[in-house]
């Protein structure tokens, strides 16, 4: 951890802070150096957009530039893009612009254009000098960025829809180490300043830059469930349809599906959308588990019933990819295959095999690259979904066990084994089943 102790102690104290809060989260440091070689060899204004709702700034904005300030401590300026709401629906009715919508957007008059620019600017230096406060480094670009066309002037006034995004002076700020920060402000090809809604900012800047990485702050740090239980992941390509049917996805959450679904159409499968709380920004980006919810474009999931579908080259260069081991000679043959659930560019993938009655997962397999994208999750909820009796075993020393020991219904240590089950209803199976499973022969070779 050379790069990030030594960034650290030359580091303001808040973003000294903001470092040990993310190594504190971490077993070791092979995911933050994993990430940062990732981020590190994209230019600069390519690496991140984040969209901040003006509540953020105005609720939790020493989280907010503790985190940018953070990123900037090891080397990442990403380009952030906020809105300015509250902060709009006070100085607009206190000017006499009562707050009124059409279509979700704010009718703005012409004459409430000055009200406007000098608000979001103020929303937008107060963040940037924040920003510094704690040690970090942001340019602020109220406006200038956004070319853009009026919507519907009789019916929503100075309200604009993006048609062109000036990249000019947000990657110089990018490339100078400098975090942007970027208003919502356009201006129409005439020269008329136009409000222009964040999110239809984002959708611009991103379809023009085609950004690894997306995050939403908000204030639930998360998209959430029926119950009210923050989501971890979400597979577009396997979950969104059914998320759409389900009854509970309404209102706010139905719609912002909707928007990181348009977002992610349009970009490359390695992109990906993050929401979650400024305090746990750091985590999210650098760490495999996360801390809120990811959304992915995905990848759709192949269900193979024979060991004659399966991809053997492709499978066996995902396991040892995985395991740092490859699979013993005649792997595949040997195997009493059950079926696997695999993502079809094989990046991730569970085997199971047949033991009496129950299923055994004899492989579970996820790229290094993939663990952070929710693609083990996507699988690992199919393959339960198949097999409510599941068994599987793992050497007590692997780091994955944490995940194994939290989704298990129980757990025995067998020598160099520990054993996992669940659903298991007849207690008095398990002591021969561990034994057994304990005692199958090895599957990869030895390192």
């Not at 809060?21 to 150096?33: A, P, V, W």
């Not at 963040?127 to 970090?136: E, I, P, S, T, W």
């Not at 992941?233 to 389900?246: G, K, P, V």
Request: with cysteine.
């Amino acid at each position: 951890m050379t790069r990030e102790s030594a960034s650290a102690s030359a580091q303001p104290a808040p973003v000294r802070a903001a470092i040990v809060q993310l190594l504190s989260n971490m077993r070791d440091g092979k995911e933050i150096r994993e990430y940062l070689t990732r981020f590190s060899a994209l230019d600069q204004e390519r690496f991140a957009v984040i969209k901040v709702g003006g509540a953020i700034i105005e609720e939790d904005l020493d989280a907010l530039a503790g985190a940018l300030a953070f990123l900037q401590s090891v080397g990442l300026a990403p380009i952030v893009v906020h809105g300015g709401g509250p902060q709009l629906n006070a100085t607009l009715e206190a000017a006499g612009f009562p707050e009124d919508r059409v279509d979700g957007l704010r009718i703005t008059p012409p004459e409430a254009m000055g009200v406007v620019r000098d608000t979001l600017t103020a929303v937008n230096l107060k963040l940037v000098q924040a920003v510094r406060d704690h040690g970090g480094r942001a340019a602020a670009i109220p406006s200038g960025v956004f070319e853009a066309e009026l919507i519907d002037e009789a019916r929503l006034g100075r309200v604009g829809s993006p048609t062109r995004v000036r990249l000019d002076l947000v990657a110089a700020a990018a490339r100078a180490g400098q975090a942007p920060i970027l208003g919502c402000l356009g201006d129409t090809s005439d020269g008329r300043l136009v409000n222009v809604n964040a999110d239809s900012a984002v959708r611009a800047l991103v379809h023009e830059l085609q950004p690894y990485k997306i995050v939403f702050l908000t204030g639930t740090g998360a998209l959430l469930d029926a119950g009210g239980t923050p989501i971890s992941a979400i597979n577009l390509a396997t979950d969104h349809d059914d998320l759409m049917a389900s009854g509970w996805v309404t209102g706010g959450m139905r719609l912002k599906l909707q928007e990181i679904k348009r977002l992610l159409d349009d970009l490359p499968l390695t992109s990906s959308v993050s929401i979650t709380r400024p305090g746990e920004l750091a985590k999210e980006l650098f760490t495999h588990a996360g801390a809120g919810t990811l959304v992915r474009k995905g990848e759709r999931m192949l269900e193979l019933t024979s060991p004659g579908e399966i991809d053997r080259e492709r499978m066996a260069r995902l396991i040892e990819s995985s395991f740092g081991r490859k699979p013993v000679a005649g792997y595949f043959d040997r195997l009493d295959f059950e079926r696997a659930f695999v993502t079809e560019q094989y990046r991730a993938a569970a085997i199971t095999a047949r033991l009496d009655d129950a299923v055994y997962l004899d492989k579970f397999a996820v790229l290094d690259e993939a663990r952070g994208e929710g693609l083990g999750g996507a699988v690992w909820k199919r393959l339960i979904a198949h097999a409510p009796r599941l068994y599987w075993r793992s050497r007590s020393d692997n780091p994955v066990n944490e995940f194994y020991f939290s989704t298990c219904h129980g757990a025995v240590k067998h020598g160099r084994w520990t054993v996992f089950w669940r659903g298991e209803s007849d207690l008095t199976r398990i002591p021969a089943m561990v034994a057994r499973i304990a005692a199958l022969p090895a599957t990869l070779e030895e390192a």
